[in-house]
Every structure is written in structure tokens, then in C-alpha cells.
């Protein structure tokens, strides 16, 4: 089985920032795709930003030049920095790996909760 959890959530002024961050341990050959999903309460969860094992991005239009998504292979671990938070942003930010072994798993971790005041 593999684990990722997540730290670096919290209660934010509009404008602050914050950094997120999701380590992944347990039995792992490699890790494919990283991302950060995010659940506002009465909607659905939406892919924030992902990055694969080369460094290729992707972000939602709106977190796009907000929001910054990076990894650490060696560390098993995604970071997501964010600047410039609005209230919109408030939301359980859950941490997303596919995980080789023998072929490729997708695992969860228990989500992150990020609170943006007015």
C-alpha cells in the first residue's frame, strides 16, 4: 500500500499565501503523475494543478499564474504554492500520485483543508 499526506493547510488573509506539500511513502517503484485536487463545499472536486515525473505542468484557468505546482523525486514529495489567495480558493485540497509497482495505482491522501477570509 502507499500513503501520501498532506501538511501546510490553514486559515489565510485574502492575498496571503500559502505552501502545501504531499509525501508519499510505502511501496513504490516510481511515481508517474503528481497533482493537488481541490473540493469546495456543494461542488465537485476539480483538478487544480499536476505535474508529471518530467516536470511538465497543468493548471486550472483559475489558478493559472497564482498557484505553482513542483516536485521532489528523490523526496517523494509534490509541493504546491499558492499567492494570491481569494475566499474562491477556500476548499479540501487533496493530494493525487500514480504509483508504479508492477503497473500503475492511483492513491489519495485525506485531504488538506485551506481557508480563504474576506
Known amino acids: 500500500q502507499v500513503q501520501l499526506v498532506e501538511s501546510g493547510g490553514g486559515l489565510v488573509q485574502a492575498g496571503g499565501s500559502l505552501r502545501l506539500s504531499c509525501a508519499a511513502s510505502?511501496?513504490?517503484?516510481?511515481?508517474?503523475?503528481m497533482g493537488w485536487y481541490r473540493q469546495a463545499p456543494g461542488k465537485q472536486r476539480e483538478l487544480a494543478a499536476r505535474?508529471?515525473?518530467?516536470?511538465?505542468?497543468n493548471y486550472a484557468d483559475s489558478v493559472k499564474g497564482r498557484f505553482t505546482i513542483s516536485r521532489d523525486n528523490f523526496k517523494n514529495t509534490v509541493y504546491l504554492e499558492m499567492n494570491s489567495l481569494k475566499p474562491e480558493d477556500t476548499a479540501v485540497y487533496y493530494c493525487?500520485?500514480?504509483?508504479?509497482?508492477?503497473?500503475?495505482?492511483?492513491?489519495w491522501g485525506q485531504g488538506t483543508q485551506v481557508t480563504v477570509s474576506s
Open positions: 493525487h500520485a500514480e504509483v508504479r509497482y508492477s503497473g500503475y495505482e492511483t492513491y
Open positions: 510505502g511501496r513504490i517503484f516510481s511515481i508517474r503523475h
Open positions: 505535474i508529471t515525473s518530467g516536470g511538465v505542468t
